[in-house]
Structure formats: C-alpha cells, structure tokens
C-alpha cells in the first residue's frame, strides 16, 4: 500500500466529509489507517492543509473531521506555534474549535496565547482579529483578562 503524501491526505479527508459526513463507517476505518501510515510530516501537514483550503458550504465538516483526527492521532506539530496558527486565520470556520484544543495540546496554554495575543496586535484585517478573538473564547479566555496586560 502507498503512503499518502500530505496533498493526497487534505483531499482524501475533504472527499470523506462531503461524502460521509462526519460520521465512522469502514471508509472512516480506511481514511484512518491510511493517515495513521503516512509519515509524520505529511499525517501534520495534510490534516492542518484542510484549513488553508477554501471549501465554503463543506469547511465546517471538513475541518471538524480533521479537528477531531488531530486530536485522536495527536501527530506532533511539525512548525513553530505562530505559523500553526497563521495558517488558520484565511479560512478556519470559527465553530470548528477542535483544531484550537489541538493546537493547545501540542504547544500549551501560554505559548498559544502569546502567539495569538502577538497577532492580533500586528492584524490588520478585521476577520483576522475576530478569528484571533475566537480562538481566545476556545481557550476560555475572556475580553477583561487580555486588558490587565
């Protein structure tokens, strides 16, 4: 059996949502296995590639089905914290808030929010500082403690 590369894995999980939804069947059974048998390097860039795509009435169950792999396969994040979370901002659908409790769990409750909190005072684009602000809600991080700083 070949081992997908990280493009093959992005488009393997859009394909499984659109079609199955975010349900476990065989074909879930399969998708798994087959990201599970990639390197690591493509299982990391292939689940988070779902978030740099522009999938418009698919991007929420695609990124919760890659949310939820990425927290079940917990792959080791394979850049530094602000690119993880630069990469979210052009197309994260804010419901999905798998992927940020992922990302909490690779880089810790400090160094997300400091990459967060960074960004959002150099965002210039208001969609961009309201993803920013949402990721915080995920945190659980309210409005009052970020203005004690």
């Not at 418009?56 to 602000?82: D, F, N, S, W, Y």
């Not at 769990?105 to 005072?121: C, K, R, T």
Request: glycine share 4%.
């Amino acid at each position: 059996m070949n081992r997908l590369n990280q493009e093959q894995i992005t488009d393997a999980i859009i394909t499984y949502a659109t079609v199955h939804g975010l349900g476990k069947n065989k074909e879930y059974k399969k998708l798994h296995s087959l990201v599970c048998n990639a390197s690591k390097q493509d299982r990391y860039f292939g689940l988070m590639g779902v978030f740099l795509r522009d999938l418009k009435a698919e991007r929420l169950r695609v990124q919760t089905l890659a949310g939820r792999m990425l927290l079940k396969i917990t792959p080791k994040a394979m850049e530094r914290c602000e690119e993880a979370v630069f990469r979210l901002l052009a197309n994260w659908d804010v419901s999905a808030e798998e992927v940020i409790l992922y990302l909490q769990s690779q880089f810790g409750d400090e160094s997300l929010l400091s990459a967060i909190v960074e960004m959002e005072s150099t965002a210039q684009d208001e969609n961009d500082v309201a993803r920013l602000k949402i990721m915080k809600y995920w945190l659980g991080i309210s409005a009052h403690s970020e203005e004690e700083e």
